[in-house]
C-alpha cells in the first residue's frame, strides 16, 4: 500500500506512507524546520517501528549555501549513518546526494566541501536496513576526498615551507642583533647608537629619528 498525506494512529501524518513487508514514511522538507520538530517526528516514527526516509526539495534548495547545509547536516542527515544529505527535485525526478568533504589540520577544520551526484528517484534502491543504497556514491566520495586531500597536503606542505623561511629568517635577523648589541649601548653617542624600528623591526644603526630606549624611525620607508 502507498498512500499521500496518511494520517497515522499516533497523531501524525506522513508526506508518502509505504505498507508492505516493513513500513516506510518517506518525508519531504519544501521548508525550513525546526531541529525539536524534526527530532520529535523522526523519533515517533522509529518508536511505531516505521522506518523515516527524509528528503530535502530541491527546488527550494537548488544552489544550497555552506550555511545551508550545516543547518541540515545537523537535521536531516542525522537519519543515516552515513551523514550524507538527500534532496529532491519533483520536476525531472532527480535525487542528489551530498556530502561534506573535511580536512583537518592541527586538530582544527582546515577546509570544507560540499562533494554532490544526482541520481534518477526511479533508480534509487534500498538496502538490507531499507535505506537507500548509497554504496556507488561512496565510492565516488572517497575517490574525490582522495584527490581534495592530496591539492590540501600539498597547499600545507607550502605553507608549512613558508612558516619555516619565515622563523629562519628571524632566527638570522634577532642572530645579528644580539651580535651588535653591547651592554653600554645606551652610553654611546647618539649617531653610534643602535635601535629597533618601530615601524618595520629592523635593528640599525641608520635612522632618521632615535625615540629612546633603543627604538628608532629608520630608512624603510624608502626601501
Same mark, same amino acid.
Given at each position: 500500500?502507498i498512500? @499521500?498525506?496518511?494520517?497515522l ?5 506522513a508526506?508518502v506512507?509505504v505498507k ?5 514514511a @518517506? ?5 525550513p524546520?525546526?531541529?525539536l520538530?524534526w527530532?520529535?517526528?523522526?523519533? *515517533?516514527?522509529i518508536?511505531?517501528?516505521i522506518i523515516?526516509?527524509?528528503?530535502? &526539495? ?6 544550497m ?5 550545516n543547518?541540515f547536516e545537523m537535521?536531516?542527515a ?5 551523514? /550524507?544529505?538527500f534532496?529532491?527535485?519533483?520536476? +525531472?525526478?532527480?535525487l &542528489?546526494?551530498?556530502k ?5 589540520y592541527?586538530d582544527? =577544520?582546515?577546509k570544507?566541501? @560540499?562533494?554532490?551526484?544526482? /541520481? ?6 534500498l ?6 543504497? =548509497?554504496?556507488?556514491?561512496l565510492k565516488a566520495y572517497n575517490e574525490a576526498?582522495? *584527490?581534495?586531500?592530496d591539492k @590540501?597536503d600539498?597547499e /600545507?606542505?607550502e605553507?608549512?615551507?613558508l612558516e619555516?623561511?619565515a622563523?629562519?629568517?628571524e ?5 645579528v ?5 653591547t651592554d653600554?649601548n645606551?652610553?654611546? *653617542?647618539i649617531d ?5 624600528c618601530?615601524y618595520?623591526?629592523r635593528?640599525t ?6 625615540l629612546?630606549?633603543g =627604538?628608532v /624611525?629608520?630608512y624603510? +620607508?624608502?626601501?
Amino acid at each position: 500500500m502507498i498512500d @499521500i498525506d496518511y494520517k497515522l494512529d499516533f497523531h501524525k501524518r506522513a508526506n508518502v506512507y509505504v505498507k508492505g513487508r516493513t513500513r516506510l514514511a @518517506i518525508e519531504y522538507v519544501a521548508n525550513p524546520m525546526a531541529y525539536l520538530q524534526w527530532l520529535e517526528k523522526n523519533e *515517533s516514527y522509529i518508536n511505531h517501528d516505521i522506518i523515516p526516509l527524509w528528503v530535502l &526539495s530541491r527546488n527550494k534548495f537548488d544552489e544550497m549555501s555552506h550555511n545551508d547545509y550545516n543547518f541540515f547536516e545537523m537535521t536531516t542527515a542525522l537519519t543515516n549513518k552515513d551523514g /550524507i544529505l538527500f534532496t529532491l527535485n519533483t520536476d +525531472d525526478g532527480d535525487l &542528489s546526494l551530498a556530502k561534506y568533504m573535511t580536512y583537518k589540520y592541527k586538530d582544527e =577544520v582546515y577546509k570544507r566541501k @560540499i562533494f554532490k551526484e544526482k /541520481i534518477q528517484l526511479s533508480k534509487m534502491v534500498l538496502d538490507d536496513n531499507n535505506e537507500f543504497d =548509497v554504496t556507488y556514491f561512496l565510492k565516488a566520495y572517497n575517490e574525490a576526498y582522495q *584527490s581534495f586531500k592530496d591539492k @590540501i597536503d600539498k597547499e /600545507i606542505e607550502e605553507k608549512e615551507k613558508l612558516e619555516q623561511k619565515a622563523q629562519e629568517k628571524e632566527k638570522k635577523a634577532q642572530e645579528v642583533r644580539e651580535k651588535y648589541r653591547t651592554d653600554d649601548n645606551t652610553s654611546r *653617542s647618539i649617531d653610534e647608537k643602535w635601535g629597533t624600528c618601530k615601524y618595520c623591526g629592523r635593528y640599525t644603526n641608520k635612522w632618521r629619528a632615535y625615540l629612546g630606549d633603543g =627604538v628608532v /624611525i629608520c630608512y624603510c +620607508d624608502e626601501d
